[in-house]
């Protein structure tokens, strides 16, 4: 995306919309809309009615820091992580430039949020039950990718241009069925990449 020139603010107008309207976004503003294929008019900044009344708050002052940047030049990928570190955002969580990177890479775009997860862990004295060996996997992007609805299949050691490792990777659970794990056997793969999983 190339840098955007200086431009007169217009007057804003905030719409609350529902849901639906949004995708998976808490909060859009027209400027990204512009790059993004959004449908939106411009000066306009759209929140997610379906949010508490203080997650619509934090998306606006979000939004609204946005695109004072935006105005000023400043490209939309430095705007936005410039606008969680400033004020947040109630469904994001702080994005490194390598996540971003990496998300950009495979994705073809940049990501339009972040979300705090908390990923379970096996405990100290907990046994992992082999489930057996992954023989590969099938995804779909979704939400804001640029590759949303294409469907993929991996199967297991193809690194691409016809070329496969033995990378042999236990599908493993946690002693109460609960959770699934990988367990990778090979010292490099599986990973990820802008072609997808390699590996």
Do not use: C
């Not at 379970?120 to 082999?130: D, F, R, T």
């Not at 995804?139 to 042999?168: L, M």
């Amino acid at each position: 995306m190339s840098k955007s020139r200086k431009q007169k603010a217009p007057a804003i107008v905030i719409r609350y919309v529902p849901t639906r309207v949004l995708r998976d976004y808490a909060g859009v503003n027209w400027m990204w809309a512009r790059n993004n294929g959004f449908p939106m008019p411009d000066g306009e900044i759209w929140i997610d009615a379906g949010m508490s009344k203080k997650k619509q708050e934090q998306t606006l002052r979000h939004e609204l820091f946005e695109v004072r940047r935006m105005m000023k030049g400043q490209q939309y990928w430095k705007a936005h992580t410039a606008a969680l570190s400033a004020v947040g955002n109630p469904v994001s969580a702080q994005t490194t430039a390598a996540a971003a990177s990496t998300y950009a890479g495979f994705h073809g775009n940049n990501p339009r949020k972040a979300r705090k997860v908390s990923l379970p862990q096996p405990q100290p004295g907990q046994s992992l039950i082999a489930i057996g060996v992954l023989d590969g996997l099938q995804y779909t992007p979704y939400g804001s990718s640029g590759r949303k609805g294409i469907h993929f299949t991996h199967r297991a050691g193809d690194i691409g241009d016809g070329k496969n490792v033995n990378a042999k990777t236990i599908l493993a659970t946690d002693d109460r069925g609960e959770n699934l794990y990988l367990i990778p056997q090979h010292p490099e793969y599986p990973k990820f990449s802008a072609r997808g999983i390699l590996g």
